[in-house]
């Protein structure tokens, strides 16, 4: 017989995806322990997508996470991206890209890639051509690049990263969005065009004493967001605006993913969310966009981004319904991945078996009396 547990006063979500992460562990040695993946999974990031791994170490600890070694959350990713002829490949044909394209996707073990900037219009193009030739699944880098935004839209891409460095877009820009069914992900804590969002949430939150922070995230790592903290006036933040797009796209049909980009791991995925409502999405679409929606932009919606039988069972356990406030997807009492449920403020194993997590290593960093 299954077990069955009564929780009443609960709401529970599916798993977070983030599709735009960056969990980057240290690179060149392997870590025993990541912090990144605890800190995501703690805050029941249970999927990410690294659309871009910069080197191989990424492949290797996501292997280590499958098979058990660490803890963490699915890690899915691009290889490092495609540069093309933008940095080191000499495009001529459309049978040099399909060579390119297969040389990364059997060497990296990936069925997606990241076309970044590669060149001009009929470069790009060849990119697509030869991605659906060998059934991958590519995604863009932005890049600032509003022209370049739009023709990848044209041309069938189906993920774009990074918000578009123009707002608010007219009613043709936001159609054309929505109907190329490109999966639009802004990455609202490094929005373009303004000081970056993440920033806005240091200024309003002290994480230094947050006792979950505490246990996630080595000490180093939290002075360094939280002891000096940028200040900028409310109006200079562009992110409402940005979000204000991505509402509009959603609203005409189009996709939108969550992309925390590894600015805090974690926490910094239910900053993105609560971007996106303070720029008038309602919580229930941003919701939308940190599961189903996610997990449509990476293909992986037969599997992921909704709570329904033949589904992976990743979900999340709030003791607030983010419904009434968008803040209480925080309020996070227990995470389940693939069937493993964990304590949410210690990720303590709770069932199929009780254990508490191991010590890690930068719990023991600091003399004691250190704060």
């Not at 995806?17 to 870590?31: K, L, N």
Request: proline share 6%; aromatic share 10%; charged share 25%.
């Amino acid at each position: 017989m299954r077990p069955r547990a009564r929780h009443p006063g609960k709401t529970v979500i599916p798993g977070l995806i983030d599709i735009h992460a960056h969990p980057w562990p240290t690179w060149g040695i392997h870590e025993t322990e990541v912090w990144k993946y605890l800190a995501n999974l703690a805050w029941g990031v249970t999927t990410t997508r690294d659309p871009q791994t910069a080197t191989t170490d990424v492949l290797t600890y996501a292997d280590q996470v499958e098979t058990g070694d660490l803890i963490g959350p699915r890690i899915y990713h691009t290889g490092p991206g495609v540069f093309g002829a933008f940095l080191e490949e000499n495009w001529g044909s459309l049978d040099d890209v399909r060579n390119t394209l297969k040389r990364y996707s059997e060497f990296y073990h990936t069925n997606t890639i990241k076309q970044y900037m590669a060149g001009n219009r009929k470069q790009r193009q060849w990119v697509i051509m030869a991605a659906k030739e060998l059934g991958l699944m590519p995604t863009i880098e932005g890049g600032l690049d509003f022209k370049m935004n739009q023709t990848v839209q044209l041309d069938g891409y189906p993920g774009s990263e990074h918000s578009f460095p123009i707002t608010p877009l007219y009613d043709d820009a936001v159609q054309l969005a929505a109907q190329s069914g490109i999966t639009y992900t802004p990455t609202l804590l490094v929005s373009y065009g303004g000081p970056f969002s993440e920033n806005y949430f240091y200024e309003r939150y002290d994480i230094h004493d947050n006792p979950k922070i505490r246990r996630f995230l080595p000490h180093e790592e939290i002075d360094q967001r939280a002891e000096r903290r940028a200040w900028f006036r409310e109006n200079q933040y562009v992110f409402p605006r940005i979000a204000a797009t991505a509402a509009a796209i959603l609203r005409a049909g189009g996709n939108v993913g969550m992309g925390c980009h590894g600015q805090l791991d974690g926490l910094g995925c239910h900053w993105e969310l609560w971007a996106m409502v303070g720029g008038g999405m309602t919580p229930r679409e941003a919701l939308r966009v940190g599961t189903i929606d996610g997990a449509r932009g990476i293909g992986m919606e037969q599997d992921l981004g909704t709570l329904e039988p033949g589904k992976l069972a990743d979900l999340v356990v709030l003791d607030a319904n983010p419904l009434d406030d968008i803040h209480n997807t925080e309020k996070i009492r227990y995470v389940m991945k693939n069937g493993r449920l964990y304590d949410g403020a210690t990720l303590d194993d709770v069932w199929p078996r009780t254990r508490p997590l191991p010590r890690m290593w930068w719990w023991e960093k600091e003399p004691k009396g250190v704060k």
